[in-house]
Structure formats: structure tokens, C-alpha cells
């Protein structure tokens, strides 16, 4: 019985080393996959450069107009936020994270830790780092002035960045020029730079104008009626610093 | 003093190949043939192919040897080749045997593994794995045949599967209860009879 069992062993041996001749079979070197490790190290930092990059991006978006106050108009402002909001970036980004991810568990360490650890502790290394270069760096405003007249490739994200809302989304982005008893003057930022800057007075119906001030950015709900706007809400609103005041 | 003559580990057999000994690539084959055709055989719940699917794990391991680090155990190495083999034959038998996404392993579960535990249980789930292993779903299935039958530990079955440690014990715990649930129905199908 041993006898056959051994004799069975050598035979299988056998069978195995004749097919590794004959198909000309040969052990991938070392160096092989030294370079499949780096390949795959420089993929994960690239995919992390790029996520980080996007994730300063749609930071400097949001602060650039200061969409977030428009969540301080209520439900119109909240749903406008999100109408706003760059959704595709941000999608893509996550993806670029779960991709990374993945990638980081084909290593020890990834395995060993659990999936929404792993996830939670990518997404919070990439957010840092994005705050960071938003907020303790100028590039994601030099970029985008350096590519607002020039939105080929990477400059065509910028486009929207700092673009006030629709004026059909009776929410209108601009700056007191002049304050009185229950109005304001105020400056509506132009679509685009071209545009002229429409300066129309704001009513304001249960609202203090001793809240504001001249120069502040403010976001107003309301309706335009006879060239004037009958303001429902105002919130302040507090652009990226690198904005110059229109 | 004992003078016996050491018998050579299989870690050190591979860094051999590694440097060129390819003959003592047989010894590895002959170690490891009834183990993973075992393995494929629990597994996949079948015996057709399975030599067919063995040859081409040292066929892999062969050409992969270089890739193997000498400071880890061989043999959850090779495992881990023969889990993506099996894996792939899995696939073949049904749609998407194991999911790419589970909740196991999404948090941080904390096990405590005991040898002599385990050894009691051995004894006392073999009957029980012998009729009823096939009822388990593929990923409680695996780690039950990994540490109950192969004798692989919590963490070397971590690094065959290449998930958390703490999920190998949630998925040996949960595997173990739906064996019992599975006995008992059929032990009480047996009884009414």
C-alpha cells in the first residue's frame, strides 16, 4: 500500500516535471516581480496624487463661491447646493478611492485591516491633505487662473468654479455697494466676466439691514420684480480668500 | 543527545528551488499533492479535475517561486495559490461564488483562538463536517476546511484568504453553527422516520 502510494507520488512528480519541459516552462525572476510591486506602489501613489488633487478641487470649488451658506436660505438654498455641487468629480473621486483601496489590499497591512477602517482612514488622509493644499496653498486658484481663459484638459473642471447661480433659480449671488432704511444696494455678479454687473435694489421684508455691511457678499432668495428684488432671505456668504471682491 | 537526522523544513526546500536546486521541487509536490487535492476535493465538492486543477497550482508555484518570501510559512503560500485556483473553479460551477464584497470583513471582530479547544472540537465536528460540510456556503465552507481539516491557524488562514484575522473567527464561528443547525435537522429527519 505504501509501496503503491509512493510509487503513485513519483509518477505524479514525474508527469509534472516532463510537462514543465515540455512546455518550456521557467520560474519568473526576481526582479520580475520587484518591478510588478513597484508598478503597482507608483499606480496607488498616482491614483492618491490625483484623488488628492480632485479633493482640494471640489474643497476650493465649494469655498470659492462659498456654496455652503446657500444651505443657510433654507430648502430652495439646500437644494441648490447640491444642484451645484460637483457631483461627477466627487463620484469620480470616490471611485479613485475604492480603487486605491483595493489596491492597498493585495499588501499585509491591507488585508489585515478591516475594509471600513481601510476606507475611512484613506478617506481621511486624502481629505486632510486636500484641506491642506486648499487651504494652506494658492494652486488650486493659480490653476484656475492660469486656465480660465484657456479651458483645455484639466482647466475645463475650472469652468464652473465661482459661477453664480442661474438668475431662474430666484437665487442671486452679490455684493452690498450701499445699505438704507428696508433695502439694499447690491452688485449680482455677472455669469460670465464679459457680462455686465447688474446693480439692483434689494427689498427686504422682515430682514434688519443692520446685520450687513457695505462690501459684504451676501446670498439673496427672492423675486425680481420691476427691477427690483423682493428679498424672502439673505445669508452672508464668505468666498475663498484669493477671490478679489467683483 | 539525540543525533536523528532533521528532517529539512519546507521553507527550506523552496529557497533550494529558489536558488536553482529545481529536483527538490518534487519533494515540495510530493508534500503537498494529498493535501491540496484533499483541499480542492472539500472544497469544490467534486472529484472530477481536481489532479487536473493540482498540477496547475505547482505548475503556478513553480513559476512563481522567486515571489516567495522564506519568512513566512510555505504552506499557507501555497495555499493561498490553490485558494485562487479553487476559487476559479468555483466559478465555473456557479455565479459568483464568493462575493467581492462582504460585511465580515467591514469592521474589526475580536476572536480568541484556542488550541485545545479546537482540538476537542476536531474530534466532535468530524462527523459532523463529514455529513454536512456540503450545506455551508463557499466562504464558511473554506475556513472550516482550512483550520478543522488542513490545521491551519486564525491567522494563517488570514493570510491564505487574505482577510482579517478577526473575520477567519467570525466565518469558523458562524460556519460552525450552521453545521450543528444543519446535523440536528437532519438528525431530527432521521429520528422521525
Given at each position: 500500500m505504501e509501496n503503491d502510494k509512493g510509487y503513485q507520488q513519483k509518477e505524479i512528480t514525474k508527469e509534472l516535471f516532463q510537462r514543465i519541459e515540455k512546455e518550456g516552462l521557467k520560474q519568473k525572476s526576481k526582479t520580475y516581480f520587484k518591478l510588478r510591486i513597484v508598478f503597482l506602489v507608483l499606480i496607488i501613489i498616482a491614483i492618491f496624487i490625483i484623488s488628492i488633487f480632485l479633493c482640494s478641487f471640489v474643497l476650493f470649488s465649494l469655498r470659492?463661491?462659498?456654496?455652503?451658506?446657500?444651505?443657510?436660505?433654507?430648502g430652495h438654498g439646500t437644494v441648490l447646493f447640491f444642484k451645484l455641487f460637483p457631483w461627477g468629480l466627487f463620484l469620480l473621486n470616490s471611485a479613485l478611492i475604492i480603487w486605491a483601496g483595493l489596491m492597498i489590499r493585495s499588501f499585509r497591512f491591507g488585508y489585515k485591516t478591516p475594509i471600513l477602517y481601510l476606507g475611512l482612514g484613506t478617506v481621511f488622509v486624502m481629505t486632510i491633505c486636500g484641506v491642506i493644499i486648499d487651504q494652506g496653498t494658492s494652486l488650486q486658484y493659480n490653476i484656475w487662473h492660469d486656465t480660465h481663459d484657456n479651458p483645455i484638459f484639466i482647466g475645463s473642471i475650472y469652468e464652473k468654479v465661482r459661477t453664480r447661480p442661474d438668475l431662474d433659480e430666484k437665487i442671486f449671488r452679490g455684493i452690498i455697494l450701499d445699505i438704507q432704511q428696508n433695502s439694499l444696494l447690491v452688485a449680482i455678479e455677472p455669469k460670465i466676466e464679459e457680462d455686465e454687473i447688474l446693480n439692483y435694489r434689494v427689498v427686504l421684508e422682515?430682514?434688519?439691514?443692520?446685520t450687513f455691511q457695505i462690501g459684504d457678499s451676501i446670498y439673496i432668495e427672492g423675486i425680481i420684480i420691476n427691477n427690483e428684488i423682493k428679498a424672502r432671505a439673505i445669508v452672508k456668504s464668505f468666498p475663498h480668500p484669493y477671490f478679489p471682491k467683483e | 543527545m539525540y543525533h536523528g537526522k532533521k528532517e529539512i523544513t519546507d521553507e527550506d526546500i523552496a529557497i533550494l528551488v529558489q536558488q536553482?536546486?529545481?529536483?527538490?521541487?518534487g519533494l515540495l509536490i510530493e508534500r503537498y499533492n494529498d493535501k491540496l487535492s484533499r483541499y480542492g476535493r472539500k472544497f469544490l465538492s467534486r472529484k472530477e479535475n481536481i489532479d487536473d486543477i493540482v498540477q496547475d497550482i505547482f505548475i503556478n508555484t513553480y513559476q512563481s517561486i522567486q515571489n516567495y518570501d522564506p519568512s513566512f510559512k510555505f504552506s499557507s503560500w501555497i495555499y493561498r495559490i490553490a485558494h485562487n485556483a479553487f476559487i476559479n473553479g468555483l466559478k465555473k460551477q456557479f455565479?459568483?461564488?464568493?462575493?467581492?464584497?462582504?460585511?465580515?470583513?467591514l469592521i474589526s471582530h475580536q476572536v480568541y483562538e484556542d488550541p485545545e479547544e479546537r482540538e476537542r472540537e476536531t474530534k466532535e465536528l468530524k462527523k459532523i463536517i463529514d455529513s454536512?460540510?456540503?450545506?455551508?456556503?463557499p466562504k464558511y465552507k473554506e475556513v472550516i476546511i482550512l483550520h478543522y481539516i488542513e490545521d491551519f491557524s486564525y491567522k494563517e488562514i488570514s493570510d491564505i484568504l487574505k482577510i482579517p484575522t478577526g473575520t477567519v473567527g467570525v466565518r469558523i464561528k458562524r460556519g460552525k453553527e450552521s453545521l450543528k443547525k444543519a446535523y440536528n435537522n437532519i438528525e431530527e429527519k432521521n429520528g422521525k422516520r
Open positions: 470659492a463661491s462659498d456654496q455652503i451658506s446657500l444651505i443657510g436660505l433654507g422682515n430682514i434688519k439691514p443692520k | 536553482g536546486d529545481k529536483e527538490k521541487f455565479f459568483n461564488p464568493i462575493n467581492y464584497f462582504d460585511f465580515d470583513t454536512c460540510l456540503d450545506t455551508l456556503e
